[in-house]
């Protein structure tokens, strides 16, 4: 006869109070921390941390554990102590770029105890007297220095995490290209412990040497005319991006954009990507976004890839041929199919991967192209329009409109 499992047994085998305390730790070491991390700390039989984190605190009764490697098997490895008094260190707020989100997710909230300390943007933020709800946050620690790109707008504040002592020229060296040269940046090294430096510098004149892998940036852009700037509006122009012109022009880009209308955190498609154009407006409307263009040619893959660290869409994953590409892959919640719908089996494969609810977008500009339009809306509803966009070109001496294809497309909703 099979056990019955009570709801009293469940609760009965979890701990009666947090097991698991996750200790924020600044420069300052033990020196820093309240009576109650140093309890915590004290009573813990087991330490985890990484080798600075152990330096930091020195000596403690527990057993000291630096972090395994790789970093992954460390979740594992703290599950296993569940029920000992086990502390885990942090850099300042766990939850800020820190641990906390990967403890949270595979342990319950009340059997963790959590004592943070300020966070390094909240340091940052003090010594250069600028309001945290004012400013751009990134974290580069561990990611490619183009986050910063978006945030790159005239007379932002922007607050970034470097990843080691090479990032700040980097991003000096970054900025300087995009034509923001006379940019502020302001280097903060072992913010709020005893070595804390500050520096401050113009972009193209950087020439700080000897920086300490931990620092965080301060950066006030300041941007001209002619600085690289990205416009906030859908639709970039053409040159924005690297392409063999096989690419969806800015103002149909800008309609169909409008016609797939992203939201945040949702994945997008982008069938027959070309040049990436749409999936990299797509990431940039909300940083959750992602999207995954699937391009056959290697070369215009290679050129997707540039496109998306030049112009801010580092969410967008590059993959081969579509349909074959679809197997297995996360449901979209939207699919543009910019490319290839004549295909045989294209659009059945995209149609059944989508998400109900969500919407598919397609452009054609040839009679085959328009022809599968039309048996597709019959079939499936939705709506066509067709648009038609000219533009001003010298006709000899003189000036005169030059019609553009025009790009018949449709929208439709899966139910």
């Given at each position: ?60 009764p ?38 906390g ?25 003090a ?39 090479t ?39 950087f ?166 339009l ?12 067709r648009?038609?966009?000219?533009r ?24």
């Amino acid at each position: 006869m099979a056990a019955v499992l009570r709801e009293s047994d469940v609760l009965s085998s979890r701990p009666a109070e947090p097991w698991l305390s996750l200790v924020g730790l600044g420069e300052d070491g033990s020196a820093g921390l309240s009576r109650e991390a140093l309890t915590v700390l004290n009573e813990a039989e087991i330490v985890f941390g990484g080798d600075r984190h152990i330096a930091l605190v020195g000596k403690v009764p527990g057993e000291l554990r630096p972090w395994p490697q790789p970093f992954r098997n460390a979740l594992p490895q703290i599950l296993k102590e569940r029920g000992r008094k086990v502390c885990v260190l942090a850099t300042s707020d766990p939850f800020h770029y820190g641990i906390g989100n990967s403890l949270s997710r595979a342990i319950p909230a009340e059997e963790m105890r959590i004592i943070p300390q300020l966070s390094s943007f909240s340091m940052a933020c003090a010594r250069m007297r600028w309001p945290q709800e004012e400013c751009a946050l990134v974290s580069l620690h561990g990611r490619t220095l183009y986050r910063i790109v978006p945030h790159l707008q005239p007379e932002a504040r922007i607050l970034a995490l470097s990843w080691d002592e090479t990032t700040p020229r980097a991003v000096a060296e970054l900025m300087t290209a995009r034509g923001m040269g006379a940019s502020r940046i302001v280097v903060m090294e072992s913010l709020g412990g005893p070595q804390e430096r500050i520096r401050e510098t113009r972009a193209d004149a950087f020439a700080l040497d000897n920086v300490v892998p931990l620092n965080l940036i301060a950066i006030e852009v300041a941007a001209t005319h002619d600085s690289r700037i990205l416009p906030l509006a859908p639709g970039l122009d053409e040159e924005w991006f690297a392409h063999d012109g096989q690419i969806t022009k800015s103002e149909i880009r800008a309609i169909t954009l409008s016609a797939l209308a992203p939201r945040g955190g949702e994945l997008l498609w982008d069938v027959g990507a070309g040049s990436g154009s749409v999936a990299v407006e797509w990431c940039q409307r909300h940083v959750r976004n992602r999207a995954v263009a699937f391009e056959a040619k290697p070369e215009r893959a290679e050129r997707i890839k540039r496109n998306k660290l030049e112009l801010g869409g580092l969410s967008v994953e590059v993959v081969g041929e579509a349909p074959a590409g679809f197997v297995g892959r996360e449901a979209p919640d939207a699919v543009f199919i910019g490319g290839g719908l004549t295909e045989e089996g294209l659009f059945d494969a995209a149609w059944a991967a989508l998400k109900p609810g969500g919407r598919l977008v397609a452009n054609v500009v040839t009679i085959e192209g328009e022809a599968k339009l039309a048996a597709l809306h019959a079939e499936h509803g939705g709506s066509l329009r067709r648009i038609s966009i000219d533009r001003l070109a010298p006709v000899g001496g003189k000036h005169g409109w030059r019609p553009a294809m025009p790009v018949t497309q449709w929208r439709v909703e899966k139910p």
